[in-house]
Nanobody, 126 residues
Framework: QVQLVESGGGLVQAGESLRLSCAAS????????LGWFHQAPGKEREFVAA??????????RYADSAKGRFTISRDNAKNTVYLQMNSLKPEDTAVYYC?????????????????WGQGTQVTVSS
């Protein structure tokens, strides 16, 4: 069982940056694939980025909208995954969720993630 708690959301202007954090409980944190998703009002939850476990090489995957602007990273010693978001745009406004999955694949599918945090709001004004 893994519990995830996001933090770091807030209100920023377009072009600014935010770093989201997701702290996890559990001794097996390093074995999980971790992901970030976002959900805007009236829309489905969408993939943003994912990072593999250390045992599967620690690779990353990004949605096209996040490539070149966002960076996902993890600190297994702190049981924390981060999402550094630069050059934010109004269309990035959403609730951001972190998620964890037991299987190794860097999936973009919501259904493949086993554990979810409660979300943190990010609002980008123009």
């Amino acid at each position: 069982q893994v519990q995830l708690v996001e933090s770091g959301g807030g209100l920023v202007q377009a072009g600014e940056s935010l770093r989201l954090s997701c702290a996890a409980s559990g001794r097996t944190f390093s074995t999980y694939t971790l992901g970030w998703f976002h959900q805007a009002p009236g829309k489905e939850r969408e993939f943003v980025a994912a990072i593999a476990s250390r045992w599967s090489g620690g690779g990353t995957r990004y949605a096209d909208s996040a490539k070149g602007r966002f960076t996902i990273s993890r600190d297994n010693a702190k049981n924390t995954v981060y999402l550094q978001m630069n050059s934010l745009k109004p269309e990035d406004t959403a609730v951001y969720y972190c998620a964890a999955k037991l299987r190794f694949s860097l999936s973009e599918l919501v259904s493949e993630y086993d554990y979810w945090g409660q979300g943190t709001q990010v609002t980008v004004s123009s």
